[in-house]
């Protein structure tokens, strides 16, 4: 079973936190832009809103490092 595993996986690249964390969120905005029946512009408010209240770690965690320093 983990030589199947490896095999499937192998040449998949590993993905940052913070790369997989952005592709949920255009994942949640494409769907909910599909299935509900609210502005774009209130479910941008609602992703602005939910990103201010996470905890602090994961927003530092989350925070695109600048590649300068």
Do not use: W
């Amino acid at each position: 079973m983990g030589e199947l595993f490896m095999c499937c996986t192998d040449e998949l690249t590993d993905i940052s936190l913070v790369q997989a964390f952005n592709l949920l969120i255009e994942l949640f905005i494409s769907t909910a832009n599909e299935v509900l029946t609210i502005s774009e512009q209130e479910i941008n408010d609602f992703v602005e809103k939910f990103l201010a209240s996470i905890p602090e770690i994961f927003k530092m965690t989350l925070r695109p490092h600048d590649p300068g320093t």
